[in-house]
Structures are given as C-alpha cells and as structure tokens.
DNA sequence: AATAAAATTTAGACAAATCTAAAAAATAAA
DNA sequence: TTTATTTTTTAGATTTGTCTAAATTTTATT
C-alpha cells in the first residue's frame, strides 16, 4: 500500500485538484480562500508537499500538482463520492446532508474498504450530486448525471434514467417522447414555477412542471 | 451535539475503559502498554482528560473514568463495533481483518450516522467477535461471559466473544474450528498446564492451551 | 519608469501530542 | 525501618499544522 497522508495534506490536494479543473491555475489565496485558511498556512504547506513529492512549486511564481498529487487528489475524490453515494442510497440522507459527513469519510486509509463499498454500492458512476466517482484506478468517467433541473442551459444531453416509476410519469413522459437515450437541451426555466422548457431534435418545445424534472435524470460529457 | 474529543484523547478513554472493565483498576504503565505509548505520554494525556473533566486524577494516588469519560467511551465502542458488523455482514470482510479499518471509522464523528448505520444493519446486539453493542443510551445487553477455564466440566455452553482479537488467535481457532456460535463442552482440565480438552459435536476433542482458554468465553444457561 | 497595491513568503510564536532523561513518590525487600 | 526497586511525574525537546505581523516579490497604476 502506498504512503499514508495527514488529513491536512489530503484536503490541501482535494482542494487544490478542485481549483485546478475550474480555473486551470491556480494561487495561494484561491487555497487559502477554499480551504478557510491563511495565506502563510497554504505556503507552508505547498513546501511540504513538494517536499513530499506531490507538488511542482517555485515559490512566487506559482504550483501545480503532479502525477502523484493528481493521482492522490483523485483517490480522496472517489472515497469522497463514494461514501456520499452510501451514505444517501443506503442510509437514506438527503443529497445536502452528507457533504460534511464524507469529509470525516474520505480520510479512512484503507483501499480495500473502499474497493469493497465500491462493489457493494453496485460501481456507481456519479454521486448523489451528479458529479462522476473516479475508478480505482482514478480514471474518470468524463459523464455527469443530474435531474433536469439541475441541466445547464443548452447543455445536449441524453435521458438516463427516471426517478419516480409510476405508470402516471411514465405515461406522460410517453406523450412528450421522452424516454431513455432520448437526446435533449433545456431552452429556458421559468423562475416562477420552476418549469422547463425542453427541445428535442426535430420536435417543437414542451414544457415539463418542476416535479418532472426532478424525477428525469440525463447524463452528458463535460 | 455534544463536544468533539481528538482521535487521541477518544482512544485514550477507550482503552482506559477496557482496561477497567478486565482489571477493576488500571495503572499509568498498563495504559502505556496498551496503546503502545510510553508513561510519560500517558501522564501528560491525563491531565488533559482530568481538565476536560472526563477523568478522576490525583498523581500518584491512581485514576478512572468518571461519568462523562464513561459515557464517551462507550459511544467510541458502540461505533467500533457497529462498523465492524458492517465491514462482515455488509463488505464481506473476515472478521479477523476489521480491527484496524474499525480503528479509524470509530472517530467519525456524526451521531445521525452512527444511528442510521445502527437502523440500517437491524440493531444488531453483538459484534462479529461476539463483543455487545451499547445502544445509543450506550447501555449494555448485560451478557454474563465466562472464559474456557472457567466453565464447569461437562457444561455444553456457546461461544460468544474472543478476548485478544490478534490474527494469530483468529487463525488457530479458525483451525480447530471453534468460531462465534459453536456449542461445545469441556471434558478434561490439566492441573500440570492448564491445558484444557474440549468436544465438540461430532469432531473428535482438541486440546487448547490456556492462554487460548483465556481469551475464549461462553455463554450456557445455568 | 516610478510608485502604489496586491499577493506571497518569511520569521517567530503557539497548541497538541509525543518523546527522552532525570527527578520524585510509592512500593517492595533486606 | 532503611535501602533498593519500580512506578509515576516533571522538565525540556520535537513534529505537525496553524497563526500574526512584517518583509519581500510581483502586478497594476499613475
């Protein structure tokens, strides 16, 4: 098994892998800012994750993980997303409950616990936020699933599958030609209501209430 | 909620709590050896759990849990060994490899889900070692235990718990087949090492050394 | 380019948990 | 009851991660 890592570097690299994807660079305050912490605390600590091999840094002119750090970060993101996955399907949390909880989760160490929830949770491609569960090789899936409320604007994206399975959802879902591998972009929400309206390739627009919504779930490539 | 204690000082009173229970009274050296520390160590940690008022400490004149300490001891248990059910009966770990993941799981530290995770395994009463689960009060089944030297010769009695949960014990009992749950008797004691020979059904006996006898306890019905 | 502002780093301190070596207290043995 | 031994505690250091305040470097603005 590889090197054990304090809770502080790996959330300093969780962190950092964050910012890294969003803004493509990165800088101390960003850290400091995202992790609730002082700018001289995240100096202190790019030294010693460079020290540990995990960071490129030069001080004043900026740092980037490495493999290592990548590697690392993405091994914490999966456990992360993993026991939020658990913690919502098994023990029935809500989806905004859990973050909190899985922080505290994704610093136990051992890799074949999180191999085994992985298999006992049926391999689970995203967690409960849509955001995708690296393997355990920390490859990703490049694919978010959310509802479609949560789908962004003129974002294509294809029906993966729906929540509430009653022959009335079904039915309407039907009437509208939506159904699994359909392919879609939200055109406009209604603030008012929280309705969609939905277009589909060489069909005019509809318009599905929020509770629709909540219960389509679609996947997309990022 | 109540207040968070450290990995340290929580691991401290677990085993100020074991220690206590085997041996009515514990010393500054025992804690030590138990947590593979040195008594300086354990000196210093004292007066931080006496001024955390989990401890009753005056140096030199000897020390034990008060009320609260006891309290969060047994809540530390309850999480070990609620996880370590989970890691057999869900994870399909042996019971012989939990120990250490338990280690760390028991220090996470939101209450909602420890008693979820209680809800989701069914309230199980013991653990895959045979050891009671407090409930969330951190109430004891009250399950008298005796270990293998002293059950009466000729009583059939069920194993319950294992003492020293050390692979090397699991493996040897794993061997002469005697595991949670087996029913079995004693038919002879041997003053010279109180070496012990037990049946059980249908085998043919095996012989136990006392040290194993030690850390082997039933339960029978008087 | 010179100066002002912002970002970053250093210097020095602190808290938690641990350690070693030495001192103090309690216990056991002569 | 002295003396010897063991147990426990103190004193002072170390490591990790954090902080404040001051210094330095970079960047933005006259």
Redesign the interface.
């Known amino acids: 098994m590889g090197p054990k890592y304090s809770s502080s570097r790996e959330n300093y690299l969780k962190a950092i892998f964050h910012l890294q994807e969003i803004h493509g660079t990165v800088t101390t305050n960003d850290v400091a800012s995202e992790m609730q912490t002082r700018p001289a605390s995240v100096t202190d600590m790019l030294k010693k994750l460079k020290a540990q091999k995990l960071l490129l840094y030069e001080k004043y002119k900026g740092f980037k993980l490495n493999t290592e750090g990548r590697k690392v970060a993405l091994q914490i993101i999966r456990k992360h997303r993993l026991w939020e996955f658990f913690?919502v399907e098994?023990?029935?949390?809500g989806w905004d409950e859990v973050h909190?909880?899985a922080e505290?989760?994704e610093h136990?160490?051992?890799k074949k616990?999180i191999d085994?929830?992985d298999e006992?949770l049926g391999y689970p491609k995203t967690d409960p936020h849509g955001d995708p569960i690296p393997d355990s090789q920390g490859r990703w899936t490049l694919t978010r699933q959310v509802d479609l409320l949560n789908l962004p604007i003129n974002q294509i994206a294809e029906v993966s599958g729906i929540g509430d399975q009653s022959a009335e959802i079904l039915e309407l879902l039907n009437h509208k030609h939506i159904a699994l591998g359909t392919r879609l972009e939200v055109k406009k929400k209604f603030a008012f209501d929280n309705s969609i309206e939905l277009k589909i390739k060489n069909q005019s627009p509809v318009t599905i209430s929020e509770h629709v919504a909540k219960n389509v779930f679609v996947k997309y490539d990022e």
Chains 1, 2 share one sequence.
């Open positions: 913690l098994k023990l029935r949390f909190e909880i505290e989760l136990i160490s051992s616990l085994r929830l006992f």
